[in-house]
């Protein structure tokens, strides 16, 4: 973490004059970030790697935010300490993950809930309904959605994948069943899509969702099926809402209207072809030309000033964070753990892969954040937490040492 933290203190020595500190500021997140480490049991060994790896793409985000933004990153500092804080508090609690299992229906019961808060007192911003305005902050329910649809899944499968794998395709009785539960993580997703206009996010829970049951129950019948089921109602969103239309056809070409709908996507497409191979250099191409470029696009944003080289790197180092927490799952001894890690590893590796795939045009752009770099409160906490659950979960027990001296006969 020293390590990790030094490297931010250097990254962010570039940040331009007054857009992140004060002094005391930095102090606070550097002891934060120290503490953070330093709280785990002295009886157990963690991979030290995940929480390590988490600050030092925050320090990646609060730079490109301060170049991009100075005005959020303010924001964002006091966003890292919220979510520093409760990855501390909440450690004693993330240590017990176990029990989580127990209240798998009370997670279902709580993503409701935010659902049914998010449709009485949500915001409409571009025709999505995604945030709810508390004072001068806006909250994102999805974010600690994403987490409960996990938590609940997890749970429901380690005690049914065994039946689940077993029962016959054609058996219409013994599949609804036990597949009613599991589909309300489906349904989850389907009703983002549906009443919030959402493709993203909705995208994003049914990847973790068919991800999990694939790994828990290797029935590629069910996860055909749930997809081709997703993509009908996809294509019905699409014919009837005009944000999903509008993100739907700027993706096909965003050229045909470059100063209007198609003006952010282009802008885009700009920036990364000017970026190259090795890029412009930091503070030097004009990421300015993108509307909302700290949310949305920071990816081409980076990529413009850092060159395919950058861009390939903040992959691979993705690449790695999502690696290293399915190997944290891999070494559980019990199907509800390894499922749990599985799940997590999923959210975060498809939520990179969904928006770097919507920023270089592989699919239509969505809203929602790239974890660690884009401003963003809710997401930042909520992964800061995911990471802090799969840092527990990577706990092994310190090997005792011996009494016996290696020269005793």
């Known amino acids: 973490m020293v390590a990790a933290l030094a490297l931010c203190a250097l990254m962010l020595s570039f940040a331009p004059a007054g857009s992140v500190g004060p002094p005391w500021l930095l102090a606070l997140l550097a002891s934060l970030s120290l503490t953070w480490v330093l709280v785990q049991p002295q009886n157990v060994v963690r991979d030290d790697v995940l929480p390590a790896v988490a600050v030092v793409l925050s320090g990646l985000g609060l730079l490109l935010v301060a170049r991009l933004a100075p005005d959020l990153a303010q924001k964002q500092q006091w966003w890292l300490v919220i979510a520093l804080v409760l990855c501390i508090a909440c450690g004693p609690a993330l240590a017990k993950f176990r029990r989580f299992a127990s209240y798998k229906y009370l997670w279902v019961v709580g993503s409701m809930l935010l659902f049914v808060l998010l449709l009485v007192f949500g915001k409409q911003v571009n025709g999505a309904r995604l945030w709810i305005p508390i004072g001068p902050i806006q909250f994102e329910p999805i974010e600690l959605i994403k987490l409960f649809i996990v938590f609940f899944l997890a749970a429901y499968l380690a005690e049914t994948a065994d039946v689940i794998a077993q029962a016959r395709p054609w058996s219409v009785r013994a599949n609804l069943k036990y597949l009613g539960p599991l589909f309300i993580g489906w349904g989850a997703s389907m009703a983002i899509l ?113 060159g395919l080289i950058g861009a390939l790197a903040v992959v691979a180092i993705f690449l790695v964070l999502v690696r290293r927490i399915l190997s944290a799952g891999s070494e559980q001894p019990d199907l509800y753990s390894k499922l749990l890690a599985t799940g997590m590893g999923a959210t975060l590796g498809f939520q990179v892969f969904i928006i770097i795939g919507g920023v270089i045009g592989l699919f239509p752009l969505t809203g929602i954040t790239l974890p660690f770099l884009s401003y963003g409160g809710s997401s930042l906490v909520a992964n800061f937490l995911l990471i802090a659950l799969v840092w527990a979960m990577s706990s092994r027990l310190c090997a005792a040492p011996s009494s016996r001296s290696p020269l005793s006969g």
Do not use: C, K
């Not at 493709?199 to 069910?222: E, H």
């Not at 930091?282 to 909302?292: K, Q, R, V, Y």
């Open 194 to 306: 549906v009443l919030q206009r959402d493709l993203g996010m909705a995208t994003l829970l049914l990847a973790s969702f068919a991800a999990l049951l694939y790994v828990a129950t290797r029935r590629i019948d069910i996860v055909a099926g749930g997809i081709a089921i997703f993509g009908v109602v996809a294509f019905w969103a699409m014919r009837h809402f005009p944000y999903v239309q509008t993100r739907v056809a700027v993706w096909r070409n965003p050229f045909l209207d470059p100063l209007g709908a198609g003006y952010q996507s282009s802008q885009a497409y700009y920036g990364l072809a000017a970026g190259g191979f090795f890029g412009t250099g930091f503070n030097l191409g004009h990421p300015s030309f993108i509307p909302d470029v700290a949310t949305d696009y920071v990816y081409a944003a980076f990529s413009e000033e850092f």
